[in-house]
Every structure is written in structure tokens, then in C-alpha cells.
Nanobody, 126 residues
Framework: QVQLVESGGGLVQPGGSLRLSCQAS????????IGWFRQAPGKEREGVSA????????YYSESVKGRFTISRDNVKNTVYLQMNSLKPEDTAVYYC???????????????????WGQGTQVTVSS
């Protein structure tokens, strides 16, 4: 049974940092893409970052580019999202997800993704 478990969320002041983790288990076939999404109250789910397993390419939304970094630990089957210079508008529930197909130009679109974690809350506030 596929499981994606996020952790690392919490309350942080503006300008602070957090590192989210997504531990994956139960895959019989390794996914091609691992992504991070977020959803704030009253807003649509937004693709934040993605990691292409085959070539190591990373992708970021314009809203987080230069502040967030996605990385993967193959040994631990864990994907991380390092979030720096956090802003109040980064407040959301953050989800990791996996996909078996994608197009690079739309890799942050949620329709590619098959499996989702339960989410972890990130709150940026003074």
C-alpha cells in the first residue's frame, strides 16, 4: 500500500525557515515525479515544486523560486522541501504527491499526480 507521510510543518516567524519531509513507502514501481503542493484556506491547490526522478531536474513555481529547494534522499526514500525567507502568504497545508507521467511544462499541475499525503500545516506569522 502506497503511503506518503509529510512532516516538519509548524509555526514560524516571517523570514524564518522550515524543512518539510515526505517519506514514501509501498511503491512497487518508483514514481517518475515527486511534487510538493500547498493549499491555503479558500484558495485552490497550488503546485510549489517538483523533482524529476529520471534526470534530477527540479521545478519551482514563481512564487517560491529562489527561496525553496527540493531534494531527495534515495536511501531514506524521503523528499525534502527546504523553505527559507518564509512569508505570511506561504501559510498553507503542504502536501507531497507522486506521478508516473508528466509534461515538463505543466509538471506543477495537480492532475498528473496519483498519490497524495495527508498534509502538514505551515503557518508563517509574527
Amino acid at each position: 500500500q502506497v503511503q506518503l507521510v509529510e512532516s516538519g510543518g509548524g509555526l514560524v516567524q516571517p523570514g524564518g525557515s522550515l524543512r518539510l519531509s515526505c517519506q514514501a513507502s509501498g511503491f512497487t514501481l518508483n514514481p517518475y515525479v515527486i511534487g510538493w503542493f500547498r493549499q491555503a484556506p479558500g484558495k485552490e491547490r497550488e503546485g510549489v515544486s517538483a523533482f524529476s526522478v529520471s534526470d534530477g531536474m527540479t521545478y519551482y513555481s514563481e512564487s517560491v523560486k529562489g527561496r525553496f529547494t527540493i531534494s531527495r534522499d534515495n536511501v531514506k526514500n524521503t523528499v525534502y522541501l527546504q523553505m527559507n525567507s518564509l512569508k505570511p502568504e506561504d501559510t498553507a497545508v503542504y502536501y507531497c504527491a507522486t506521478a508516473y507521467s508528466f509534461a515538463a511544462t505543466t509538471i506543477l499541475s495537480s492532475h498528473w499526480y496519483d498519490y497524495w499525503g495527508q498534509g502538514t500545516q505551515v503557518t508563517v506569522s509574527s
